[in-house]
């Protein structure tokens, strides 16, 4: 009973430096989501997918890039890391729009630019 | 575009004591709101949403919330807490959209025994 499952937990990155947040779910929802969570701040959607070939921005795109080629997997990259993109990152899923099915998440990872 | 105002940042209570969490939210069309709650190193869980009918939402773990739109509140409540009650939890107000789904900035609230 997987569920969303988030990789790695913890990354500590230097500026200028790519990395991929993996992210898979195995509940064959069509929503997929990518938020940030900063101190204080709550959560800030990133990006959204509502399926597999289709990605839309969220609130704070900038700095990332998604793909979503199959239903179960929505990685999020970021290309060049700066110390603004310190957060925890979660994905979650949903089987359909927000407000009729509640959002899954993962346990989230945890990303240290330094 | 709506917004969630949670008006405490931390709530120390003791077991057993009733606890209200605050949210407050803005928006110019009809919404749905929602709590959740996260547990130390864990994703955000659903507590409970309110969606259309009845102003009083139950959830798990003995929670409720109270819809008023007059005050574009819906504020969240326990009448006794337990040490497990000890999390984060989150406002949200959604009208609907995809990627418009808005989160307070979170009420952390911690039982003492």
């Known amino acids: 009973n997987a569920g969303v499952t988030q990789t790695p937990k913890f990354r500590i990155l230097k500026i200028g430096q790519s990395m991929t947040l993996q992210c898979t779910q195995d509940m064959n929802h069509n929503y997929m989501y990518w938020y940030r969570q900063d101190p204080g701040m709550g959560l800030k959607l990133i990006y959204y997918s509502v399926g597999a070939g289709i990605t839309d921005k969220g609130e704070v795109p900038n700095g990332y890039n998604v793909s979503r080629s199959t239903t179960e997997d929505f990685p999020l990259r970021l290309e060049l890391a700066a110390p603004s993109q310190t957060s925890v990152y979660f994905c979650?899923?949903?089987?359909?729009?927000?407000?009729?099915?509640?959002?899954?998440f993962g346990n989230g990872t945890r990303l240290t630019v330094t | 575009a709506q917004s969630v105002t949670q008006l405490d940042s931390q709530v120390p209570v003791f077991e057993e004591a009733p606890v209200e969490l605050r949210c407050n939210y803005s928006?110019?069309?009809?919404?749905?709101l929602f709590w959740y709650v996260q547990y130390p190193n864990q994703g955000l869980q659903l507590l409970l949403k309110?969606?259309?009918?009845?102003?009083l939402v139950k959830g798990i773990n003995g929670f409720e919330a109270e819809f008023n739109k007059s005050q574009t509140s819906f504020h969240l409540r326990k009448p006794s807490v337990h040490i497990s009650d000890t999390a984060e939890y989150f406002c949200a107000v959604s009208d609907g959209g995809n990627n418009d789904m808005r989160f307070g900035a979170g009420t952390r609230l911690t039982v003492k025994p």
């Open positions: 928006s110019s069309v009809s919404v749905y």
């Open positions: 309110y969606l259309s009918g009845s102003t």
């Open positions: 979650a899923s949903s089987y359909a729009e927000k407000h009729n099915s509640p959002l899954h």
